[in-house]
């Protein structure tokens, strides 16, 4: 068994999936509007077995890095299709965006060759009194609203990426296991191209497919559920009586390498006992990321930063 440092680095893998993604380019008049649009719009976004689409902030941007030269925001939206991202991008825009003081979004996959309408649906709230504009090659939607104009790209662009890299950390309570996982998803956070996009970045109730109910199609990962030791086949280190799951969206496979690398590292110290992954034995996603073969690469730094 791999270690890192006094941690037990499991060999075993993560399993991750397909996915399309788009980018949201958000901007407002100062730093407290643009927390509020971010917090709003990439809420009950976590996991698709539920929501629309998972989301989540990529990155901060300064002024002179936006379109408009305000303060903004960049926030990934990953779905199963195109078709699933053109209806969950247009509304979360429109009731989470618009409705947020003096925003404005943009296109941030401009080179993309698919694309799916925004503003072109949200101009008709402007009941007629809607404006386009054409900038570069670019339309935009300058809709009227109760503070001046809630300007919008017409279109945005669509990615390939990858959702649902993972890590398990393992800890004997859970004041350790918060602490580890602050770690790794503040080390993600770091990163270019990659999100986590539950509550804080972590999963307490992780999920395995399938369900004794009829009609479910994930349940809870009882494997790691450690009031379930000695009734179901654990697979928690014999210390641990906390588990707590980091997944990790990505723009790219190598987004999301680089970021599990960086969580791996930064997660793992002396109150950690181990650190997993969940898979599905390989049977339903595309991409597997095993943690030896990722601690090993001399693709990355000790960071998990291209080398």
Not at 33 to 40: F, I
Not at 229 to 250: F, K, M, Q, W
Request: proline content about 5%.
């Amino acid at each position: 068994m791999e270690k890192l440092g006094s941690t037990c680095i499991q060999e075993t893998f993560a399993e991750a999936f397909g996915m399309a993604f788009t980018r949201l380019w958000i901007t407002a008049h100062d730093p407290y509007w643009l927390d509020a649009a971010v917090r709003e719009v990439t809420g009950y976004g976590s996991s698709v077995i539920a929501c629309d689409a998972e989301t989540g902030l990529e990155s901060w941007l300064a002024p002179d890095q936006t379109p408009d030269g305000r303060p903004g925001a960049a926030v990934l939206l990953f779905a199963f299709s195109t078709e699933k991202l053109a209806r969950a991008a247009p509304q979360r825009v429109g009731q989470c965006l618009m409705t947020c003081p003096t925003t404005a979004v943009y296109d941030g996959l401009a080179d993309a060759e698919r694309r799916f309408p925004l503003g072109k649906h949200l101009r008709f709230f402007g009941d007629g009194y809607q404006k386009s504009k054409l900038l570069a090659g670019a339309r935009y939607w300058r809709i009227p609203v109760m503070d001046g104009e809630f300007l919008v790209q017409e279109s945005l662009g669509v990615g390939r990426g990858v959702a649902g890299g993972n890590l398990v950390l393992q800890t004997r309570d859970v004041a350790s296991g918060l602490a580890a996982a602050r770690r790794a998803v503040q080390a993600v956070a770091a990163r270019p191209g990659a999100i986590t996009p539950f509550p804080g970045g972590v999963v307490r109730s992780g999920s395995k497919v399938g369900s004794r109910y009829k009609g479910l199609v994930a349940s809870t990962a009882d494997a790691y559920c450690p009031t379930l030791r000695g009734r179901v086949t654990s697979r928690l280190h014999p210390e641990a009586n906390c588990a707590y799951e980091v997944v990790i969206d990505g723009v790219s496979q190598e987004a999301v390498a680089a970021a599990m690398v960086a969580a791996l590292r930064a997660a793992a110290g002396d109150e950690v006992l181990a650190i997993g992954a969940g898979n599905y034995g390989g049977k339903l996603g595309k991409f597997t990321f095993p943690l030896r073969d990722l601690l090993q690469s001399t693709h990355f730094g000790n960071e998990g930063a291209p080398t």
